[in-house]
Each structure stands twice: as structure tokens, then as C-alpha cells.
């Protein structure tokens, strides 16, 4: 392993909140899918650190509980079994979202989510058409790299 330090890694940038700002300040930052976390500073240092899962445990620990209609997001898109994989993805694009439920004949059977989907999909999204045979490459005797059609 090469020992590098943080400094030559790519170092996100996390919304922050303050100590006394209300708990409705970080839920909102959270909600941007590229923000894992809210960081707490106070003053220029980081007094505490707020997550998804924190907002989660505080709304469950709460006595008064409003009903999930008042925080659920609507109207909701969905996929079939037999959406591919690049059109799933684009419509957690171009609708904004990570997840996706996915329903067959009006019947809920999952959810697809963006990390789910991730290791399927490139980068770059290419649709290559052979219109002749595939190229071979091959190496003469001295050394000398030709490709034939």
C-alpha cells in the first residue's frame, strides 16, 4: 500500500450547520444526494457531526409523530423488472432521486437503488455496432504490432 496522505485525496465538501441551528437545518442538507453528512462548527471548528441516520433515531425517539404522509416524497417513479439498467439510471437522473421502487402489474416487489446499480454501469455509456468483423491484433516476429481487419 503507498502511504499518501489525506491531502492528495479528493476531499469533499459537506454542508455545515451551527450548534443552535434547528435539527430542520440539517435534515434539509441532507437531503442533496451528495451529501453523506452535516458537519456542526462551531465558530471554524467542527464541534459534531449530524447523519441520515441520526434524524432517523430522533424522529423515532420523538412522542409526537406525524403521520409519514406529511414527509414522504410524491409523486413517486418507479421501474419495472424489464427496465434496463441504463433506464433506470437515467430516470434517477432526470427525476432527481437514488431509489427506485420497483413495481410489476401494478404489485410492489423492491426497491433499486443508485449503489445498486453502480457496478453495472460505466462511466461512459457506449453502444458500439460491429458492422464487419471485430479487428484482430497481432504481433510479428519483430515485435511490430499490426492490426487486420
Do not use: F, K
Not at 18 to 39: I, N, S
Not at 56 to 64: G, I, L, Q
Not at 89 to 109: F, I, K, Q
Amino acid at each position: 500500500m503507498i502511504d499518501r496522505s489525506i491531502a492528495d485525496t479528493d476531499i469533499e465538501s459537506a454542508p455545515t450547520v451551527r450548534p443552535d441551528d434547528p435539527v430542520a437545518a440539517a435534515a434539509e442538507a441532507l437531503r442533496c444526494p451528495d451529501a453523506p453528512a452535516v458537519v456542526v462548527l462551531e465558530g471554524e471548528a467542527p464541534t459534531g457531526i449530524v447523519t441520515a441516520s441520526d434524524i432517523v433515531a430522533m424522529v423515532a425517539e420523538t412522542e409526537r409523530q406525524p403521520p409519514v404522509r406529511s414527509v414522504m416524497s410524491t409523486p413517486v417513479t418507479t421501474v419495472s423488472p424489464t427496465t434496463t439498467i441504463v433506464e433506470a439510471a437515467e430516470r434517477m437522473r432526470s427525476n432527481g432521486v437514488r431509489r427506485l421502487p420497483v413495481v410489476d402489474d401494478g404489485t410492489y416487489c423492491g426497491v433499486v437503488s443508485a449503489r445498486t446499480l453502480g457496478p453495472y454501469l460505466s462511466r461512459h455509456h457506449l453502444d458500439i455496432e460491429w458492422s464487419d468483423e471485430p479487428l484482430s491484433v497481432a504481433v510479428d516476429t519483430d515485435g511490430t504490432l499490426s492490426i487486420e481487419n
